[in-house]
């Protein structure tokens, strides 16, 4: 979002949600908007504020003419949640300090001025930000008291973490957190696509849920959901070579499933972080999952582990703004073929594992042979980072042939 935007979105915040906008006229003026005509509007609003009027669509209007009808609804459309209006209001004040900073720079250099003098100027263009920095007012600071009382109001709340229904899983990272990102790694063809797909269609039975797959159709991916849900090899489903009898069991799974599941598949070809903040103002999810992380667009930055690490600092950053979990399908290097996997051998590496909450680490069993049946092969799920509890192991048996995965539960 560019500074106009970002004005735009501030004023119609202001007139949609008034009373939940007033610390604004303590945190911006109308010389901080770029567009003369909306620090008019932000001046017309904090005059009516002051005067304890209405500050509403019909108000300002009323106040400043028709000739701001059009620039009112404009700025009434670009708000895309009132929850972000604190962030809106930070690029507003962002861009007008960089604004005044760049003005007062090329004054100094076009000013015949001696050492002396510069360094004069320079000092008090820091003091003037220094002041901006110490009386903003600062919502996100809390000392040890405000924070004990946060902690024991939240102590009394009930469980707003998504459980997926796998009890050791649970027990071990908590169910997925919201405001958390979680990693799932392995190498490909390694069964990470498998494991998060469980996972969404089990969260999905008590909770909203967004599947964002980059490299797979919906229908290859309902291919697979349809195969553990029936036990039917998914080899028969993908050659169309089912009986009449496992037709129609396909279909009656695939009937209830649809009565319970919320969750929406999105198969964009290229999907950006603004895409997913879009898919999450859209659908409101409560767990959004992206399948993979290594084909998310980075932009033009030529550096590949700068541009993951701007990819990953936003997805945490939606996921803390939006009151969500996010979860990451993620490639592990090449050289952990035949060993245990760390976190530096994330796709990313550093930039990954500094915004997980969770990573998971897949290690499968050497497969020799196509299995079949209900045959299956061992999966060691290593928990290698996890904020919300203790790091180990955990063990699965995996069935490809049903893109099944089975925890093998043991003794707390």
Known sequence: MNAIDAERAVLGCMLLFPAETESVYRRLSP?????????????????????NMPVDVVTVISKLGDDYKVLIATCAETVPAASRFDFYCDLVLDAWRVREMKQAAMEIATDELGSEEIIQRLSDVLARQNVINSTLEDSTAKDFTQGAIAFLESMYQPDTSIKTGWQQFDRVVGGLQRKSVYVISARPGKGKTDFALQIATKVSMSHRTVYCSMEMPTTQLMQRIAARATRINSTKIRDKALSQDEQVKVTRAMELMAEHCKVVF?????????????????????VIFIDHLGLMDKGNKKNQWEAVAEVTHRLKALAMMHNVAVVELVQLNRATDGRKATQGDLYGGASVEQDAD??????????????????????????MKNRHGGVGEMQFAWQPQYHNYIPMEVDR
């Open 266 to 286: 999105d198969e964009a070809s290229m999907i950006t972080s603004e895409f997913v903040e879009e898919r999450i103002l859209k659908y409101k999810p409560d």
């Open 31 to 51: 010389k901080m908007f770029s567009a003369e005509p909306l620090g008019v509007m932000f001046n017309c609003c904090m005059k009516l504020h002051k005067q």
């Open 358 to 383: 969770a990573i998971f680490a897949l290690n499968v069993e050497p497969i020799e042979r196509f299995l079949d049946g209900d045959e299956s092969v061992g999966v060691t799920v290593d928990v």
